[in-house]
């Protein structure tokens, strides 16, 4: 079973591979803005999604696949928790 906590270590872990290679991880927090801060672009945004969806079985609607959504770490767990814990 996946908490939010792993889920976040892990999208977490996946950002810094994928899109800040060269940061220091203590620097991206839970509560960093992703979408708004201009780390993640649209493209990025899709890498993500699609890592989200493969890596924990869900699928993330069109609608969900927003700032709203995605801004931040935190964000990214609580929509996957919601949807492992819910499955459609």
């Known amino acids: ?3 939010e906590t792993s889920i976040a ?6 950002i810094l591979q994928e899109f800040l290679p060269e940061e220091d991880p203590s620097e991206l927090e839970s509560a ?4 708004t801060a201009g780390i993640l672009d649209s493209i990025a945004t899709l890498k993500l999604v699609a ?7 869900i699928a993330v609607e069109a ?4 700032v709203e959504h995605l801004n931040t770490i935190a964000d990214i767990a609580r929509l996957v928790r919601a949807k492992l814990g819910n499955p459609a």
């Open 51 to 57: 890592f989200v969806e493969k890596r924990f079985g």
């Open 32 to 35: 960093t803005p992703l979408i």
């Open 9 to 14: 270590a892990e999208v977490k872990e996946f």
């Open 63 to 66: 609608h969900e696949a927003s």
């Open 1 to 3: 079973m996946h908490d």
